[in-house]
């Protein structure tokens, strides 16, 4: 087993950095949704500066980034992303997909979450509130997610790599309130037809460590946070996670194993955020 977690570990370190495969990224950032979405002003286009520094850095082609900020964001267009990368990627290609948006839980739709709720990314097009006129059709959730990715792992194959970062939020208040106050990304507000519909008791639950499987990429997803808690901007406008994922990865021109740098990110957002309230979730298939 051990032999096994090296070659994972090697592999991933080797497609990250210096290998005849391709590096792609898609940033999604959306800073700002319709007035009349419901959905408060974030630090977004922050983000995709950053990370877009970032992934150049560590020899990504600026050819194969693809950016969605705000009215580029729609459900639509970000699926449709996710299925360009699919045309694309070849056997042993690194993927990088991040999300930097509000969040939102929404009333589960298939019966597959202990807590009756789907995580979902708020895109662009996407209302706060239920309403006959809106069923929650461009919101993206989770269940969504993972249907996208699957072909892209199938097409990178078992030598490729894939990340998802998530600097999104899925259940506190959505509020930006007044200069110095704290900005938080996503909703107290569960997305359902019912009104006041209240979360299943999950205590003690969490969600399942990822399984490799065979002929798929591995899989690494960094959330900023857990699904039922805040998740705070920085101060200096930019989103914890990403700012945190970022100052780690520009320290090193080789990346080291995934739980170093993991956990580095961790005791960065923790440095930044000097609150301890705000626990980042991270899931891997390199083990």
């Not at 974030?42 to 009215?71: C, P, Q, Y």
């Not at 964001?73 to 694309?88: C, D, N, R, Y």
């Not at 892209?152 to 506190?172: P, Q, Y």
């Not at 780690?248 to 609150?275: F, T």
Request: proline share 5%.
């Amino acid at each position: 087993m051990k032999t096994i977690k090296y070659i994972l570990i090697g592999l991933f370190m080797f497609h990250l950095y210096g290998y005849a495969g391709e590096k792609r990224a898609l940033i999604v950032a959306i800073a700002l949704y319709p007035e009349h979405s419901g959905w408060k002003p974030i630090n977004a286009d922050n983000d995709a500066t950053i990370l877009l520094n970032t992934l150049k850095k560590k020899g990504f082609s600026e050819r194969n980034i693809t950016v969605l900020r705000d009215s580029m964001a729609t459900k639509q267009q970000i699926t449709a992303a996710f299925q360009s990368l699919e045309e694309v990627a070849e056997s042993g290609d690194f993927v990088f997909i991040h999300f930097s948006t509000h969040g939102q839980q929404m009333e589960d739709d298939d019966g597959d979450e202990p807590d009756g709720l789907d995580e979902a990314i708020v895109c662009y097009d996407a209302q706060m509130f239920y309403s006959p006129e809106y069923e929650g059709e461009n919101h993206l959730r989770d269940d969504e997610i993972d249907v996208l990715l699957l072909p892209i792992r199938k097409k990178l194959g078992e030598t490729g790599n894939v990340i998802v970062s998530l600097d999104a939020c899925h259940s506190e208040s959505t509020t930006r309130g007044e200069e110095g106050e704290e900005v938080v990304r996503g909703t107290a507000v569960v997305f359902s037809p019912n009104p006041g519909y209240i979360r299943k008791n999950t205590d003690g639950i969490s969600k399942p460590p990822l399984i490799q499987e065979r002929g798929l990429a591995p899989i690494t997803e960094l959330a900023a946070s857990e699904s039922n808690k805040p998740n705070y901007e920085y101060k200096e406008g930019y989103g914890s996670l990403t700012y945190a994922l970022c100052a780690v990865w520009d320290k090193y021109d080789i990346l080291p194993e995934y739980d170093v740098w993991s956990e580095e990110i961790k005791q960065k957002m923790n440095e930044i955020l000097q609150r301890p309230v705000q626990t980042p979730v991270f899931r891997t298939t390199l083990k």
